[in-house]
């Protein structure tokens, strides 16, 4: 996906990458979009250490993601457009899949524990923005539960308002709205 949208990448093309049979693949993962599902809980169970680890809460946290977002996008861009069409296409944001002992082992060493439980965007959004109204930073006007709503908007939103406006500043896009949910 550094150079292809994940809807232009063929099964057979994974399997050649990664030196297995299709009857693997589909063993593991029982459509192909299920692998950038799993990619996606990699990815953010990956943030959720990071932002643990440096005790970041509030609205450092929300921009330690959506940073995190921006510089995916330079390594590896087809991968949130492909995940905002899956999206789009579902109708719901899909579950995270489980991870066997042995993945949290080889992924997380040292951090079996925390690893082990599945992240969910929206009870990170959630305890962000409590995080942020207990601290003063969240505009007074708006509730926690609904910024967590712009927050989804804001993840999924601001990326692809960047892209239509064919710009590389998605810093600057989650910048701009992101400064609308914060105390002025």
Not at 127 to 132: D, F, G, I, K, P
Not at 153 to 160: D, I, K, Q
Request: net charge negative.
């Amino acid at each position: 996906m550094k150079t292809r949208k994940f809807g232009d990448i063929m099964v057979d093309e994974i399997c050649q990458e990664a030196e297995l049979s299709k009857v693997t693949f589909f063993k593991c993962f029982p459509q192909k979009e299920a692998l950038l599902v799993y990619f996606m809980r990699i990815w953010l169970t990956e943030r959720l250490l990071e932002i643990q680890r440096n005790e970041k809460q509030g609205f450092d946290a929300v921009w330690h993601v959506l940073d995190s977002v921006a510089d995916w996008h330079q390594h590896t861009p087809g991968v949130m457009p492909s995940l905002i069409a899956f999206l789009a296409q579902v109708d719901m944001h899909p579950c995270m899949p489980e991870l066997s002992e042995a993945e949290i082992h080889l992924l997380f060493p040292d951090q079996e524990s925390e690893a082990s439980v599945s992240p969910d965007l929206y009870l990170f959004f959630e305890q962000c923005m409590v995080q942020a109204q207990a601290e003063g930073t969240l505009a007074s006007e708006l509730k926690a539960e609904e910024a967590v709503k712009l927050l989804f908007t804001v993840f999924y939103g601001a990326f692809l308002t960047a892209r239509l406006y064919a710009s590389t500043d998605i810093r600057g896009f989650y910048e701009l709205h992101v400064n609308r949910l914060k105390r002025q």
